[in-house]
């Protein structure tokens, strides 16, 4: 009993009904078909939230002053006393754990560089920042300690403000002005695109924090002495980010001086944490819409085994015939189970070319993030032919047990 | 259900002799249908022994009756039971396929020798709807020759056919005997039985006669 010969039987007996194995086989084609694309869709979605945490660092976490609360009236956030260089110095000594660690002050203003202008964003960081918010350095340098500590005059560009300044020309070396102030470029800044927020990133000058406090930033900064605006910093990756969040926020409540009791006047952020909650719903989504994928497949199965007892019934001669001649009772289960799984894997194959056209189109159409997993093309086909060993089984083990002499005189 | 017990057969005891040719008659529940059931191994007997080519049917599993029908019993059917748009050959070859106990090197060729022996070699390709009753019946008889049988079962052969084509497919009957297969026929036909070297008689399960054919 050669076992493709038993496939070759399948077929023939498939192709005799063309047809109808076509529309039966329907069912498992819709069913694997949107498995595919669902699958697809959510996993593209998935992979586009892990590589916006990728980009933003999995292990960063970030300190702001809180919104101040006087009088039950919010004023804003960073109202609240700002950061300073010390927080960040003891800070460092106190936590092993901490990888990198920097300030960072945003502003905005015009940048002139020969003709052109333009305003952007200007932040003021330490040399760390770079390493923190997984920027690359392309061409050039990064600050060195010395320029950060002593108000260097020096700048790092983002691909837009290189774009819009430089007309392609090399921005390295070149004398620009920020606020009036002259600057040199020292380096730039490989671009890292839009933000899940949609923004471009790369529409950015860093210059050193001391500087930023001292020429560029007009804010209360002088209030303050030394002041950061937030704090970057990463963790050693060994280190859980949740323990390493709730040590932080400890030992800010003490640097702080807030009372038990009283809420933090700052915050200590995940981002990763808040893009994927963010995200949740879309997953859950992607989840109800393969359960939705599943629940077809379920009828596509229920058809084939609907279209197996009628073919049962059908060919009860064929099956007498065969019987009388020495088939064994296994071989006609054999026979009609393999005619089932046939049935299912024709249709998964088709399924699966069906599902991937189907997202690639969606891909270039509607522009939603769609990523083809291979594995799960091999769950799709598996799971197709589950169900057709699950569906076929029955109306096989009904064939395989009827009597040869009824079924030669059946008409 | 329930109710009282028939007995298809009763009190037969009877021997067939390799290379007979017999022909079964009776009317309609005489049990001559029962005894091709059990010969055919198609069905057990509820008691008693039957001995065919020394195996004893009668407390065999469904696997080894299977493997018997396959190698030893040739079937033909009134209706022939050939399955629809397969060719001839592919018909032939079927028992093939259920073969377990020998290595085919060439099904194709010996599917071609036994259509040859019933005179169909030019039909090998046709599919069976295409051929005449006849034809097919002769597609029957090959496929029934093809694993070399001891015995011939045939139900009513030519009860479906002109009495032309019936009397052909006697012959060949005729001659299959003389190869010294043993040729067992249910028929109403008295001229069908007239061919067969015996003729035995069924009436209420019982054998009522048992007669040389002389020809």
New interface residues.
């Given amino acids: 009993?050669g076992f493709l010969?038993t496939i070759n039987?399948a077929l023939?007996a498939l192709r005799?009904n063309a047809l109808r194995s076509f529309l039966t086989m329907l069912g498992i084609i819709i069913g694997i078909a949107s498995v595919i694309v669902m699958v697809s869709v959510s996993s593209g979605s998935k992979a586009e939230i892990e590589r916006a945490i990728d980009q933003l660092g999995s292990n960063m976490l970030n300190i702001r002053p809180g919104a101040s609360m006087r009088g039950g009236r919010h004023s804003g956030s960073g109202t609240e006393t700002p950061f300073t260089e010390k927080d960040i110095k003891r800070l460092k000594e106190k936590f092993a754990f901490l990888d990198k660690i920097s300030g960072s002050i945003n502003s905005n203003g015009p940048v002139i560089y020969g003709n052109n202008n333009w305003t952007t964003g200007i932040t003021g960081i330490h040399a760390d920042y770079i390493d923190v918010r997984q920027w690359v350095i392309e061409e050039g340098r990064n600050f060195s300690d010395r320029e950060v500590r002593s108000g260097g005059k020096v700048a790092l560009l983002g691909q837009d403000v290189i774009e819009r300044l430089f007309d392609g020309a090399s921005p390295l070396g070149a004398r620009i002005r920020i606020k009036n102030v002259p600057f040199t470029v020292i380096g730039t800044l490989q671009a890292k695109g839009e933000s899940t927020w949609g923004r471009s990133q790369d529409d950015v000058i860093f210059i050193p924090i001391s500087t930023a406090r001292m020429r560029v930033s007009g804010r209360s900064s002088r209030s303050v002495p030394d002041m950061v605006g937030n704090i970057y910093l990463t963790i050693n990756p060994d280190r859980n980010i949740k323990i390493a969040e709730e040590d932080l926020t400890e030992f800010m409540r003490e640097l702080r001086k807030i009372a038990p009791g009283a809420q933090d006047d700052f915050s200590v952020r995940n981002f990763s944490e808040f893009i994927r909650a963010r995200n949740e719903t879309s997953s859950t989504l992607g989840l109800l819409l393969a359960a939705t994928a599943a629940i077809a497949l379920l009828v596509g199965g229920i058809g084939i085994m609907n279209i197996m007892l009628v073919s049962v019934t059908e060919r009860t001669?064929?099956i007498?015939?065969?019987?009388?001649?020495?088939?064994?009772?296994?071989?006609i289960l054999m026979q009609f189970l393999v005619e089932a799984v046939t049935l299912c894997l024709i249709g998964s194959f088709f399924g699966v070319a069906i599902g991937i056209g189907a997202g690639e189109i969606i891909r270039q159409t509607i522009d939603i993030p769609v990523l083809l997993n291979i594995p799960i093309i091999f769950v799709a086909i598996s799971s197709a032919t589950i169900v057709g060993i699950f569906f076929g089984f029955y109306p096989a083990k009904k064939a395989s047990r009827m009597n040869?002499?009824d079924a030669?005189r059946y008409e | 259900m329930g109710g009282e017990t028939i007995h298809a057969l009763r009190d037969v005891s009877l021997t067939i002799d390799k290379g007979e040719y017999v022909a079964i008659m009776g009317p309609s529940g005489s049990g001559k249908s029962t005894l091709m059931n059990l010969i055919g191994a198609l069905d057990v007997p509820t008691s008693g022994d039957l001995i065919i080519n020394g195996l004893n049917l009668s407390a065999q599993e469904a696997d080894t009756l299977a493997d018997f029908r396959n190698q030893t019993i040739g079937f033909v059917f009134q209706q022939f039971n050939l399955l629809p748009k397969t060719s001839a050959l592919e018909n032939v070859k079927l028992p093939l396929f259920y073969s377990r106990h020998k290595t085919i090197v060439d099904a194709d060729e010996l599917a071609k020798q036994c259509l040859e022996r019933v005179g169909l070699s030019d039909r090998l390709d046709h599919e069976t709807t295409q051929l005449s009753g006849g034809q097919q019946q002769r597609v029957a008889i090959a496929r029934a020759l093809v694993n070399q049988p001891s015995v011939i079962l045939a139900d009513e052969p030519t009860g479906a056919l002109d009495s032309k084509t019936s009397l052909e497919i006697l012959d060949l009957f005729r001659e299959l005997n003389d190869s010294g297969i043993t040729v067992m026929v249910v028929t109403h036909d008295q001229e069908v039985a007239d061919q067969a070297r015996r003729k035995l008689f069924f009436r209420d399960g019982e054998i009522i006669s048992d007669t040389a054919v002389r020809n």
């Fill in positions: 009993m010969k039987i023939v005799l001669r064929e007498g015939l065969r019987l009388a001649i020495g088939a064994r009772r296994k071989d040869p002499i030669l």
